[in-house]
């Protein structure tokens, strides 16, 4: 359903530790499918891993929570076909309605993103930059943005509308919101390694990424299309208090711009893209 007219699509799934382990006799009969085994190493490591077994000249890569369309891998390889001057193209990313108070979900009609739930590279671009920087961001955030920075200094970022996947929603609890608090350290390493991006911040970069990180909530809180705004507030309210807290207690445990700046400024290599194989 993905193929790219006569051209072979290979398709690599990594299991980072799930349990039980996914094997390829578990999948449909139907599926060709090489399966990559890691032990929990993050979706960075996950990515590369997948990239350095992967033969084609174009990587494609998409999520777990996702649904990609018929033709989603020919109209990547349409675009890096006609557009030779582009190093990745992006494509759009479409979601069934969700509520933002208690679900998680993602949508991108137009360029701007590189989410990785959606986003093809050139296999030499790739790896020239050295992949994604697993060595330096282990949770699943920043290291999309962080690669597309680099690459944008090879070359152009595409976007197509027929490359299009579609997010799946998931319920977000109180736990959850706390734990993604964990992302202001990513954010924190993305900004001191490209401090061009906060150029237009109004508030220093750590008190930004506090007030940011309670702001929506409370903005979901009253939606337009929601005639029980009162009765949403108390959550609103919980999830406000609880991502600032949390938000503001990783903060004050990451060191400064200045020490992240010079412990990541080298980034991953080539080498730790490469690496060992994982086990098949």
């Given at each position: ?14 299991d ?48 777990d929570?996702?649904?990609p ?7 990547a ?14 494509g ?47 949770n699943?955030h ?9 690459a ?6 595409g ?60 903005r ?7 005639a ?10 919980t ?19 200045s ?6 400024a ?10 060992s194989?994982?086990?098949?």
């Amino acid at each position: 359903a993905m193929g790219t007219r006569s051209q072979p699509v290979e398709l690599i799934l990594v299991d980072d530790g799930s349990e039980p382990p996914l094997t390829a006799e578990s999948l449909p009969a139907d599926v060709d499918v090489l399966v990559l085994r890691l032990e929990g190493e993050g979706p960075a490591a996950a990515r590369n891993a997948g990239a350095r077994v992967a033969r084609g000249d174009i990587v494609l890569f998409t999520d777990d929570d996702v649904v990609p369309s018929l033709g989603w891998a020919a109209a990547a390889v349409d675009y890096m076909d006609g557009h030779l001057s582009s190093v990745a193209v992006t494509g759009s990313i479409r979601s069934a309605v969700w509520d933002p108070l208690y679900e998680q979900s993602v949508e991108a009609a137009e360029p701007g993103h590189q989410w990785t739930c959606n986003i093809a590279y050139r296999r030499d671009v790739f790896a020239r930059l050295g992949g994604f920087r697993a060595d330096v961001f282990t949770n699943a955030h920043a290291e999309d943005r962080d690669l597309a920075i680099r690459a944008l200094e090879t070359g152009e970022i595409g976007f197509s509308g027929d490359m299009e996947v579609r997010h799946t929603p998931r319920r977000i609890g109180l736990r959850d919101v706390a734990r993604q608090a964990r992302w202001a350290r990513d954010d924190l390493v993305l900004y001191a390694l490209h401090p061009e991006l906060t150029n237009d911040f109004a508030l220093p970069v750590k008190l930004a990424l506090v007030v940011g990180a309670g702001r929506p909530w409370l903005r979901h809180a009253f939606m337009p299309s929601s005639a029980t705004s009162l009765k949403r507030l108390p959550r609103a309210f919980t999830l406000t208090l609880i991502a600032t807290t949390a938000t503001a207690w990783a903060v004050l445990r990451t060191p400064p711009a200045s020490v992240l700046r010079s412990r990541h400024a080298a980034g991953s290599t080539a080498a730790t893209a490469i690496g060992s194989a994982p086990k098949p």
